[in-house]
């Protein structure tokens, strides 16, 4: 992990600490920006930039990042491709999550945005769409971005298969299972990552 982003994220935590002493009672942005940073989230994040980096074959391209939280799925992304002709944009549909993650990786070359992915959002300019947050989101939803992205852009889907959380809507008990339930045309890798209390599911593919 890289010590210049763990001390950002602890100078934001003791901003919104402070913030929360003049009525700003935002306090729960602490534990979540501490997650964001943990080794889980990290390593889970760089497998797919890593693992996405050996089938994307071209030097320019737009990579959108749904559910980005703050940003450190599109950091990871930056770290594999640092040339300029390589654009990542990172939503979420929280607009404190810009906020926070311009103050995480404002030296970083990422546009970060606040949409509601399936607010019919027009996919045709973009070469890969990259979502770590499936567990989380309705089945239909992820047919849904597949469906209406172009033939030729590339999804990179993560969930996982840790059940005991309620927000935890889309879990799977396989990798395999995960990737057929998507329908794709053309799947480049499917793989799990044993993360100790359970298993991080992704599928690469078109």
Not at 51 to 61: I, L, V
Not at 136 to 155: A, Y
Not at 171 to 178: G, K, L, R, T, Y
């Amino acid at each position: 992990m890289q010590s210049t982003i763990l001390n950002r994220a602890l100078k934001l935590c003791e901003k919104v600490y402070d913030e929360s002493m003049y009525g700003v009672d935002d306090l729960y942005r602490i534990k979540d920006l501490v997650h964001s940073v943990d080794k889980n989230h990290w390593e889970s994040k760089e497998w797919l930039a890593k693992e996405f980096y050996k089938h994307y074959n071209y030097d320019a391209g737009h990579f959108y990042v749904v559910g980005g939280w703050y940003g450190m799925m599109a950091y990871q992304l930056r770290k594999m491709w640092p040339e300029p002709n390589i654009n990542i944009t990172s939503s979420d549909m929280d607009p404190m999550c810009d906020f926070y993650a311009w103050e995480l990786f404002y030296d970083q070359d990422i546009a970060f945005e606040t949409m509601n992915v399936n607010d019919q959002l027009d996919f045709s300019k973009y070469s890969a769409i990259i979502n770590t947050s499936c567990e989380h989101m309705e089945q239909e939803d992820l047919i849904g971005i597949i469906k209406r992205k172009p033939k030729d852009t590339w999804i990179c889907f993560q969930t996982n298969d840790y059940v005991e959380l309620d927000a935890h809507i889309n879990c799977w008990p396989d990798a395999q299972i995960f990737a057929d339930s998507l329908g794709l045309e053309y799947v480049a890798y499917v793989g799990s990552l044993d993360l100790g209390d359970f298993n991080r599911h992704m599928v690469i593919g078109k």
